[in-house]
């Protein structure tokens, strides 16, 4: 469960004001059951608990690092009132497989656990695709894009000048939790691809991905790392740390754990879908050889501030994230398909620099809030990063209503974003907002027997709806004092 939370190993990614505001209320009761769990389970010293925005693992990410298995049975617990009473099933490790049509209307959709086999036929009135690629969306005839829009159809100032390209899609990353102990060897096997690595260069990047340097994601200027914090350098080893022994009573941890979702580990070689199967296998098998590459290079290769070569001590932490070959259960996946919807968001209703107003554009159809910059990592076009400031925005309910599909949903990042906008929308607390909006949408249409089109379009409905969604607490504007958020 969790998603990119969990099975991805990718700690949250969030607002400034979040411990204010910023989320929904569900999603601020899982961040505070995170600080709960460590409070109830962990001997925290005495300082650590008396922290009121306890970040178990002090990384400079998150306020809330932590470990996955904690986050899954934070969700576990949220979830049990619905498992345990038979209101809800949970089907773990099954993938779509077909989906079955009549008109505009999805009727079935059949999915397939991934150990045995076997298939299962789903029913139901509403179908909400929260999966990482926007898998339904294919197969159900639902009409999307991908890749990156161009200016003419857009009109955004950082699309594509010439044609729209389906297929430049942003990196994904294959996460993994690493320890380290000095004068230990841990070193893995030699991986396969580990000489293709060593030698890829490319031309927007300042060196090879095995090394310490990258690109800087809002200048593109040269960067150095160091993997621990010991000058002026960004030291990559605080950034997704997840376990802080410093938080802890001594005992407790004898070292420190942190998460790679780092620059040099991003794979750009080629998309995960709208390809052929082969070629999907042959890029995430890319994407974990780089991972295991670049953890390789750092236990042999890598040079240290003391003048060694190496650091052997860096363990795979299998256990954190609960493979065998201790890589996360999933890709970190930052872009989907993405659904024509009644309404798109782009580029000017959010960029500061697109805008005469100080505000993101106002949505009177908002179904709830969030904020980050426009991050676009290295794509597989061959792009560099984009970045670009954002105003605090609304989610338009209009960019969860496919433009003809009437029972299906997008529950994640494929509501009707573009390729730049989708880099403001991917974060964990929007995806969840957006998660929850669609769930509520579908069981008001239900409730008051009406589509959610017509929710949209029909003025006393929408504002009903919206009222659901407070009671819920969702927020849906951004408070304003003068002219600061």
């Not at 690092?65 to 099933?89: I, K, Q, W, Y």
């Not at 790392?225 to 605080?238: N, S």
Request: glycine fraction near 8%.
């Amino acid at each position: 469960l969790g998603g990119q939370l969990t099975s991805q190993a990718v700690p949250l990614d969030e607002n400034r004001w979040i411990e204010q505001f910023g989320c929904t209320y569900r999603y601020r009761q899982f961040r505070e059951g995170v600080r709960n769990y460590y409070r109830r389970h962990f001997p925290l010293t005495p300082e650590a608990r008396q922290v009121q925005y306890l970040n178990p693992g002090n990384g400079t990410v998150s306020r809330v690092c932590h470990d996955p298995r904690v986050a899954v049975a934070v969700l576990n617990e949220m979830l049990a009132p619905f498992l345990l009473s038979g209101r809800l099933t949970v089907m773990m490790e099954h993938k779509i497989k077909k989906v079955e049509t009549a008109g505009d209307r999805i009727q079935a959709v059949t999915v397939e656990n991934i150990r045995t086999k076997q298939e299962k036929v789903l029913v139901g009135s509403y179908f909400l695709d929260a999966t990482e690629c926007g898998d339904v969306l294919p197969l159900a005839g639902v009409e999307y894009v991908t890749g990156s829009e161009s200016q003419k159809e857009t009109g955004e100032l950082h699309a594509l000048p010439g044609e729209a390209d389906p297929f430049d899609i942003q990196s994904i990353t294959w996460c993994y939790a690493v320890d380290y102990m000095e004068g230990e060897d841990h070193t893995i096997e030699k991986p396969e691809q580990y000489e293709f690595w060593k030698n890829y260069r490319v031309d927007f990047w300042p060196d090879s991905l095995l090394s310490w340097k990258s690109s800087h994601p809002i200048t593109n200027e040269p960067r150095e790392h160091t993997l621990f914090p010991v000058d002026d350098r960004h030291a990559l080893w605080t950034y997704r740390r997840i376990v802080d022994k410093n938080n802890f009573v001594p005992g407790t941890f004898d070292r420190e754990i942190t998460i790679v979702n780092w620059p040099q580990n991003d794979y750009w070689l080629g998309p995960v879908y709208e390809v052929e199967e082969e070629e999907v296998k042959k890029h995430l098998e890319g994407a974990k050889q780089l991972s295991l590459s670049y953890l390789y290079w750092m236990q042999t290769e890598a040079p240290r501030p003391d003048g060694k070569i190496g650091y052997p001590g860096l363990r795979l932490r299998k256990d954190v994230v609960g493979t065998e070959d201790g890589l996360a259960m999933y890709p970190y996946i930052r872009e989907s398909r993405r659904i024509k919807a009644e309404f798109t968001i782009l580029e000017q209703h959010i960029n500061p620099m697109a805008r005469k107003e100080e505000t993101a554009e106002k949505f009177k159809d908002t179904v709830g809030i969030g904020h980050y910059s426009m991050d676009l990592h290295p794509s597989t076009a061959g792009r560099n990063y984009i970045h670009m400031s954002c105003l605090p925005f609304q989610i338009p309910l209009g960019s969860l209503i496919p433009i003809r599909m009437g029972n299906l949903l997008p529950a994640c990042k494929n509501i009707g974003t573009t390729h730049i906008t989708n880099g403001a929308y991917r974060l964990h607390p929007v995806e969840w907002n957006i998660g929850e909006a669609a769930g509520l949408l579908a069981a008001y249409a239900l409730d008051q027997k009406i589509s959610p089109r017509g929710i949209r379009n029909t003025e006393n409905q929408l504002q009903d709806f919206q009222k659901v969604l407070q009671k819920q607490g969702v927020e849906l504007e951004w408070p304003k004092v003068g002219n600061s958020f």
